[in-house]
């Protein structure tokens, strides 16, 4: 199994997953920029469309699309209550999760990244980026997860988001205006998650140790 990353990109949450699988996979990192993998090949021939993440099965079939690559990675495994079953309320919400993570948080921080080029939109975009954690903030107010009590896949979707905003040490690949000070539910879940080993594990894979 190969899962092609950018170090501190989105593919940081299937990452996390394989992790809490305890399932060996190889890690092939892509130059963004450039579009070639770090074995000189085109990551197009990969990936038409030129994103992350790509997790390749050992029968050479690939799935792209992250929130799709966490649920599949899941669902292998279904006795580690990473994902609920199937057909369940609980695996609705689950993908509400995921659908809210993708278009409100993952689509509403790109901007931000890019504010030379977003330019005035960023004024648009940034409170309504901030109310979205707000909320976050909320529904963590009597949880110790996204989805209650247990660790799913959407926390370790939320991880790889949250950064870009939340931490300063990855300032060399993504940074964007976003502060939660004032956020203390969803500091304390970022606290958590940050040492779990599944992601101790990924980002001194991917080099994104905490820098002091």
């Known amino acids: 199994m190969k899962l092609y990353y950018m170090p501190a990109a989105c593919s940081l949450s299937p990452h996390i ?3 809490e699988l305890g399932i060996d996979v190889t890690l092939i990192k892509v130059d963004n920029k ?26 050479g079939t690939r799935l792209r699309e992250g929130a799709v690559i966490v649920q599949y990675l899941a669902d292998q495994h279904p006795q580690t209550g990473l994902a609920p079953a199937n057909g369940t309320m609980d695996r609705y919400r ?14 509403g921080f790109i901007p931000l990244l ?19 954690f707000a909320w976050i903030n909320e529904q963590l107010a009597d949880r110790q997860f996204l989805m209650g009590d247990t660790f799913t896949v959407v926390d370790a ?11 300063s040490w990855l300032k ?8 939660f000070d004032g ?15 599944s992601v101790q594990r990924a980002l ?6 905490k820098r002091t």
Do not use: C, M
């Not at 689950?94 to 689509?107: D, G, M, N, P, R």
């Not at 979707?157 to 870009?164: D, K, S, T, V």
């Not at 060399?172 to 502060?179: E, F, G, P, T, V």
């Not at 956020?183 to 080993?197: C, F, I, S, T």
């Open 204 to 209: 001194r894979a991917e080099k994104l140790e």
């Open 114 to 132: 890019y504010a030379g080029l977003a330019g005035k939109y960023v004024n648009t975009v940034k409170p309504r980026l901030e109310k979205r």
């Open 183 to 197: 956020l203390k539910n969803l500091q304390a879940w970022y606290g958590r998650l940050y040492e779990r080993p």
């Open 94 to 107: 689950l993908q509400e999760w995921l659908s809210f993570l993708t278009s409100e948080i993952h689509k």
């Open 157 to 167: 979707y939320l991880f790889a988001l949250i950064g870009w905003g939340q931490a």
């Open 17 to 19: 997953v394989l992790n």
């Open 34 to 59: 450039k579009q070639i993998t770090e074995l000189g090949d085109s990551y197009h021939d990969v990936n038409e469309l030129g994103y992350v993440p790509v997790l390749e099965l050992d029968d």
């Open 172 to 179: 060399s690949y993504y940074q964007a205006d976003i502060h």
